[in-house]
């Protein structure tokens, strides 16, 4: 089987090549670099290009001819979303239509998507379930809501399916510590709090400590990387034996302050970093914990490293192997 990888390069990416490659799969990586990095792939081939180039996204489809795409190229930052709208809907919405119309023209009717727990907004009840009311309060989920929508209009016109996988907070890496997390700027809590711990920041500033929480800073479900790109893997599987269109979450069911988190690192480190409390950032909700038993149900997906302190150890492994590279 032949798998084309948009964003293949990326963080999360590059952990589902690897688990492709685990898996014996044909890869092809397309990603214009932007905040990838091609060191980063532990296999298969990669393409450097932009989805936003019509001739040349269609020319390496229709010669790669996969049997399914994984679409992973799109921008994450809720804040900087909020600062710059239009390059969200632009990159993440309007780059997304342009691959399903490259896909349609030649005639590829499997994809799985890289959605977003974001487009829940501030859900309805928590934990959340998959039929919960979309209400994104950022664009950033708003971009992934509108493409959602994409893929439903387009599964109903006819045999085109796909499989929408709702990510909570993607964290640590990989155990076998070839890749990790390296975005340029960097905005995710673990590693965040990792290069405080070396010393790389000066502080680790806690956005918010007044939202109706135990402790008054936001809860998020952390799920270890290596087991988001496991439920990928059996998404792909379950569309291949002929699994109908569906949307997943992507948790563990059980979420995490900041504080808690700030707590859990310095027992994997051994280090007291310093702390800084600091102004709630725009369109941060509350609570965001998963309701995954659909995904368990169906797709039988099995978690492995449902754990907080080796989620960072892993991560902390991945930090102290790699100096600093944007």
């Not at 994409?150 to 109903?156: A, G, K, N």
């Not at 800084?276 to 039988?300: C, F, H, M, Q, Y």
């Amino acid at each position: 089987m032949r798998i084309f990888v948009t964003g293949g390069a990326g963080y999360i990416g590059s952990h589902m090549v690897a688990a492709l490659a685990e898996k014996g799969f044909d890869i092809l990586v397309y990603d214009n670099l932007s905040t990838g990095h091609a060191d980063a792939l532990v296999s298969g081939k990669l393409v450097v290009g932009d989805l936003g180039d019509a001739q040349l996204l269609g020319s390496t489809l229709h010669d790669f001819r996969p049997d399914a795409v994984m679409h992973f190229a799109a921008f994450i930052q809720v804040g900087e979303s909020v600062r710059e709208p239009l390059s969200y809907y632009r990159n993440n919405s309007m780059n997304a239509l342009s691959l399903l119309e490259a896909m349609a023209k030649e005639g590829i009717k499997h994809f799985i998507f890289s959605s977003t727990a974001a487009v829940y907004g501030n859900p309805e009840r928590v934990p959340i379930t998959e039929d919960q009311t979309l209400r994104p309060i950022n664009p950033y989920g708003s971009s992934k809501a509108f493409v959602e929508k994409i893929l439903e209009d387009v599964s109903h016109a006819g045999d085109f399916r796909y499989v929408s996988l709702r990510y909570f907070n993607a964290a640590g890496a990989d155990p076998l510590n070839r890749i990790g997390e390296r975005h340029d700027p960097e905005t995710h809590l673990i590693p965040l709090i990792l290069k405080a711990a070396k010393g790389e920041r000066e502080s680790l500033a806690i956005h918010g400590t007044d939202y109706p929480t135990p402790d008054g800073t936001c809860i998020r479900d952390y799920i270890h990387v290596t087991d988001l790109a496991a439920a990928h893997v059996q998404a792909l599987e379950y569309l291949f034996s002929g699994g109908k269109s569906d949307v997943f979450n992507c948790g563990y069911g059980h979420g995490y302050s900041v504080r808690e988190v700030v707590n859990a690192a310095r027992a994997v480190t051994g280090i007291n970093f310093p702390v800084k409390e600091a102004g709630r950032r725009e369109g941060d909700p509350p609570v965001l914990v998963a309701d995954s038993s659909k995904i368990k149900r169906t797709l039988n997906w099995q978690p492995r490293y449902d754990d907080l302190h080796l989620i960072i150890n892993t991560a902390w492994e991945w930090e102290k192997k790699n100096p600093y590279r944007a």
